[in-house]
């Protein structure tokens, strides 16, 4: 059969941002696959530099819809390593929370979504339903339901109270509950299965060469969370395992991410019983000194990395984020090697990917290479209008009708 | 004549099957939400949407071919309206029938199919191209066992009329149990004849959009949504006559009533199986259809074979 | 096991019990206590240091001068990402987060909410 090229993205169903893939199919045969990136570039970094520490917190906390806590807290983290702030116990210890339950949130919503993409609709309105639940003890917590905005320099901007902690702990119950109903219908009803298992293989040394992160690193047994290789908040102090798996594929990545919720109740549950009287924050101050320091994350997707430096102003000299999605966005073509086109949107969701925070700047630097050149926006838009057409979509026909409807 | 007139164009023709098609989309989703926890939408929803797409433009892909892309949703209605007509609803005899009409019911169910595969084609477009291809791939694999359950009892009534059937069943109530296993067979092939989860790979809107009906819109799109709708019904009301033969020799509102909740009773179980079911893919479509569902109406045939050898003769 | 239709006991359970959804616009949805929605402005409290502007991370809030020791304050919903840093930063607790969430608009200009007098119990806001 003739080989055909199939555009998924910018705009498609199956994915919830945009992001370009091309895709070479023989009949329902992926042939090649290949990632554009760059459709959400919003040059976050670059406004970071143009706004004080305190503005940047939310800023960074709103390059990712839902791991929001994850960037604004290794924001917050490097900062205060550059400051040599101590954070109070207290204030570890709720942000270690906020951070459990955002997992716990994430988790929830993958699940949702990768019944969505395998067409199981009722277990995303099943698993979102109970996301409900986790959502709720959020927003009591912080004031909000995705952007927490919790944390702040040298610690927390909330305290929680023993009322709080009660209902989380009944919340953690029920939601424990429903999780292992989950487990139960991922490991055992043969649809599910059936699409999920031998589905987006990549083993053990491919996750390592090519540095795949979070649950899609583990899932391929790579026993690799940064939790418990490089501790940071109260994570030292907690009892809780890294749970790996073996089976390589969709359906390995789908066991970790469960049995991470469980892992997940389990800290919740220590933290709600260790947790110490104290202040909640130290004051900082406005100029952080200068300096510069790497921070790292767990998000619920993997490994988050900040760069901030500080030139002892107000505002920072240089921040760099690099997201969980992408280290994982190369392991996508890999997974889907001789793959059929209905596997495509399984395999991309199973990263759980954001695009959002993936998209990074990318500086044209003008030295002296062909390629490198400055546009103007006028020559911009018209070589967009003959590169489509060149692929062989015309508009102009839509313009001149356009024109026309609006006289 | 014009009382013939009246029967294909408004009752039990044209107008009762649209309205009857909207009212079960209707009944559908709200159980289908039901079963996932959800409010569901409000009663008018499904005309609401089949007004706004007739309000709306048609869009024709400078590339497809105009006129088939647009003869083929009025094609598709045309062929299951047709079909109805020589299915026994709530009385013995349908409103036209023949020696021989259950063959011609299936083949005109074919045709809507057949229409999604050309529509889908001539549009041109290539996700519309690949669900072209995945219906009339699927149609080779859910066609046998449909045909084959409709065979079974055909085979116990000695006759290839659906009415005569209907009369033949209706005498004899009991023979029925026999047919249980078609009843199930036929409930899943009509699963992927109507493109329903587990089965709606032609259309699987997370990997190729929209199927076939991807560069459809407006009013051609309102012909399709359409024509399904009353797919539904006609297949509803074919496993009804085949396999629920009750109720036909009653007072005819009565009668009216029982077809109603049999139709009903049929769409709930689909929205049944498409609430516990994830969608299959293509292959493992085509393997399940022919590994299980094939052998299995092979089964049944047997069955009703052996039933007619010992008792019925 | 492994079986086809693990779910269908949970879903025919439920096909019997109330929806978990709402029908919202006509149900109203209620926020827990410290939800951070539209802010109020309290003039009295005021003392016009104007932290809450610097500290702003959209550039949402304005204080202005009106007269000796009165003070006045535009927020325009539409920049505002309820942070509430400002109420944080503000010393006097002159500004304070309500429960209040419905803000949306087809108009910019309805918006920008500038608050004049003392508000009576809560939020009270003039265009």
């Not at chain 2, 084609?121 to 449909?146: C, D, K, N």
């Not at chain 3, 809450?52 to 919903?77: H, T």
Request: charged share 25%; hydrophobic share 45%.
């Amino acid at each position: 059969m003739r080989k055909v090229i199939i555009p998924i993205g910018p705009q498609h169903p199956a994915l919830k941002e945009p992001e370009s893939f091309q895709v070479v199919l023989s009949g329902e045969r992926i042939m090649e696959f290949s990632a554009r990136l760059g459709y959400n570039h919003r040059g976050i970094e670059k406004a970071c530099e143009e706004r004080t520490y305190i503005q940047d917190i939310y800023l960074t906390e709103r390059i990712c819809g839902i791991c929001s806590h994850s960037h604004s807290s290794a924001f917050v983290q490097a900062v205060e390593d550059i400051a040599g702030l101590e954070v109070p116990k207290r204030g570890l210890y709720i942000r270690t929370l906020i951070g459990e339950l955002e997992r716990i949130h994430s988790h929830l919503l993958w699940l949702g979504v990768a019944g969505h993409e395998i067409g199981f609709d009722t277990l995303l309105m099943y698993s979102w339903r109970d996301r409900e639940v986790v959502m709720d003890i959020l927003a009591m917590l912080t004031g909000n339901r995705v952007n927490y905005g919790v944390n702040t320099i040298g610690g927390v901007r909330r305290d929680i109270d023993a009322d709080q902690l009660k209902q989380i702990a009944k919340a953690v119950d029920t939601l424990e509950d429903r999780t292992k109903y989950y487990i139960d219908i991922a490991t055992k009803e043969t649809t599910v299965i059936e699409r999920l298992s031998g589905v987006g293989v990549l083993s053990h040394d491919d996750a390592i060469r090519l540095g795949a992160v979070g649950p899609t690193a583990r899932a391929s047994n790579v026993k690799r969370d940064v939790r418990k290789d490089d501790p940071y908040a109260v994570y030292a102090e907690l009892d809780f395992k890294v749970v790996t798996d073996s089976h390589n594929d969709v359906y390995g990545r789908t066991i970790v991410r469960m049995g991470e919720l469980l892992e997940a109740y389990k800290i919740i549950r220590q933290i709600v019983k260790k947790i110490p009287d104290g202040p909640i924050a130290v004051k900082a101050p406005r100029k952080i000194p200068a300096g510069e320091a790497v921070s790292r994350y767990e998000a619920p997707r993997g490994e988050d990395v900040h760069y901030v430096k500080a030139n002892g102003t107000e505002k920072p000299e240089r921040v760099k984020v690099r997201a969980p999605t992408l280290a994982n966005i190369q392991t996508v073509a890999k997974m889907l090697e001789d793959r059929q086109l209905a596997d495509l949107p399984i395999v991309i969701a199973a990263i759980d990917p954001c695009f959002s925070c993936t998209d990074r700047m990318i500086s044209v630097r003008n030295d002296g290479q062909k390629r490198a050149n400055m546009m103007k926006w006028e020559d911009l838009h018209t070589y967009s209008i003959e590169w489509y057409r060149r692929k062989g979509i015309d508009f102009s026909k839509v313009n001149e009708k356009f024109k026309k409807a609006v006289k | 004549m014009a009382g013939s007139l009246f029967s294909i164009l408004i009752f039990p023709g044209f107008v009762f099957l649209l309205v009857f098609g909207l009212a079960a989309e209707f009944f559908d989703r709200r159980i289908y939400a039901r079963l996932q926890n959800r409010q569901g939408p409000p009663w008018f929803q499904p005309v609401a949407d089949l007004i706004k797409l007739m309000a709306k433009e048609d869009i024709i892909p400078c590339e497809a071919n105009p006129r088939i892309f647009k003869a083929m949703p009025i094609l598709a209605m045309t062929a299951t309206v047709t079909a109805f007509f020589y299915i026994p609803l709530w009385g013995e005899k349908a409103i036209f029938s023949f020696t021989g009409d259950s063959i011609v019911v299936l083949y005109l169910l074919t045709i809507p199919t057949l229409t999604f595969f050309l529509g889908g084609w001539y549009s041109t477009s290539l996700y519309s191209r690949i669900g072209a291809m995945r219906a009339i791939t699927q149609l080779f694999a859910y066609e046998v066992p449909l045909f084959m359950s409709i065979l079974g009892p055909a085979l116990m009534a000695n006759t290839w009329s659906l009415s005569e059937m209907a009369v033949f069943y209706s005498k004899h109530p009991f023979y029925c149990v026999f047919n249980m296993l078609g009843f199930a067979i036929g409930l899943v092939a009509l699963l992927g004849k109507l493109e329903k989860v587990p089965f709606d790979i032609p259309e699987a809107e997370t990997e190729i959009v929209g199927g076939t009906f991807t560069e459809y819109s407006g009013r051609l799109l309102g012909f399709f949504r359409a024509a399904i709708d009353i797919e539904v019904i006609v297949g509803a009301s074919l496993m009804a006559a085949v396999f629920m033969p009750f109720g036909l020799n009653v007072w005819p509102a009565l009668g009216f009533f029982f077809y109603i909740a049999k139709v009903l009773l049929v769409v709930a179980a689909l929205a049944l199986f498409r609430t516990v079911f994830a969608r299959l893919r293509i292959d493992q479509m085509i393997n399940f259809c022919w590994k299980y569902l094939a052998p299995a109406a092979f089964v049944q045939l047997l069955i009703n074979l052996i039933v007619k050898g010992l008792i019925v003769r | 096991m492994i079986r086809p239709g693990k779910m269908i006991k949970l879903v025919l359970e439920t096909l019997f019990k109330k929806p978990a959804t709402t029908a919202y616009p006509f149900k109203k949805a209620v926020m827990p206590d410290k939800f951070r929605g539209k802010l109020v402005f309290y003039p009295g409290k005021c003392i016009g240091c104007k932290l809450c502007m610097r500290d702003c991370p959209s550039n949402a809030i304005n204080i202005r001068k009106v007269g000796e020791k009165q003070f006045e304050c535009d927020i325009d919903l539409g920049r505002c990402i309820y942070c509430a840093q400002c109420v944080d930063s503000c010393m006097k607790k002159a500004l304070e987060s309500t429960k209040e969430f419905e803000l949306a608009s087809l108009d910019r200009e309805k918006l920008k909410v500038t608050f004049h007098g003392e508000p009576q119990k809560g939020a009270e806001s003039k265009t």
